[in-house]
């Protein structure tokens, strides 16, 4: 394809009286990791509702592999290749780990291949996700039974079955010890090298730097910086209204 993945031109969204996003300009490109950063309430998880189809957006476009997005529901979004990971893990609890990822793989994928997976296929590819994100030793435990970072895994491993071409990772670190958020950024850096295009919301600082090729801010609505990692922390308007606060 030619041109940005992810196109994001000049989107707005209110709610009642209250601007939460203003003119967002934003391109992704194919297989870039874009980390998104700004204070709460900043307008990053609008932004990500608008690009899912969870909201809508009032203004502006949302197009995707130059395909326009504006009224497509959230479900007809992931047939196309959009998914995201949440940051509260909402895993079915009654279901087992591998059942979890069961419901992607019948409902999300066979819309796009047109071509329904074979039970023995749909086993190989539970346990083919178990093992990328470590968890295929516990395929058949319930998700109650998981440590915090293993639902974070479970998480993405759902996000993962719908076999996304862009994955939006929503604060996937939170809570987690050091050795952990550097469990989950080899993870997220092996899904990249995969041919996965990432988009990091994130508020630990490290796991940004270290993840993201490029940065883009947010702060009350607006999009104030875009650009390498490394300058838009030295930028001093972020600084002054996010990293230095």
Do not use: W
């Not at 000049?10 to 297989?31: M, T």
């Not at 997005?69 to 279901?95: E, I, K, W």
């Amino acid at each position: 394809m030619t041109g940005p993945l992810l196109e994001i031109r000049s989107v707005g969204k209110r709610f009642g009286g209250f601007v939460a996003l203003e003119g967002i300009d934003l391109d992704v490109a194919q297989g870039e990791r874009l980390g998104l950063i700004g204070p709460n309430g900043s307008g990053k998880s609008t932004l990500v509702n608008c690009i899912c189809g969870t909201l809508s957006n009032e203004t502006g476009s949302v197009r995707f592999e130059g395909r326009v997005l504006d009224g497509l529901a959230a479900n007809q979004r992931t047939h196309l290749g959009l998914a995201r990971s949440f940051q509260l893990p909402r895993p079915f609890m009654s279901l087992s780990v591998a059942d979890n990822l069961r419901i992607p793989l019948l409902y999300a994928v066979p819309k796009r291949s047109l071509s329904l997976l074979s039970p023995e296929d749909l086993d190989a590819r539970c346990l083919e996700l178990l093992r990328q994100v470590g968890l295929e030793a516990k395929a058949r435990q319930r998700p109650r039974t998981l440590s915090q970072v293993e639902m974070r895994k479970l998480e993405l491993a759902r996000a993962m079955a719908a076999e996304p071409k862009l994955l939006i990772a929503d604060e996937v670190m939170a809570g987690l010890s050091p050795a952990e958020i550097e469990d989950i950024i080899g993870l997220l850096l092996r899904l990249n090298e995969q041919g996965i295009t990432i988009i990091l919301i994130e508020h630990i600082m490290r796991a940004v730097m270290r993840f993201s090729q490029r940065l883009a801010v947010l702060v009350s609505g607006r999009k104030i910086a875009d650009g390498k990692p490394q300058e838009v922390v030295n930028n001093q308007t972020v600084v002054s209204a996010y990293l230095g606060q």
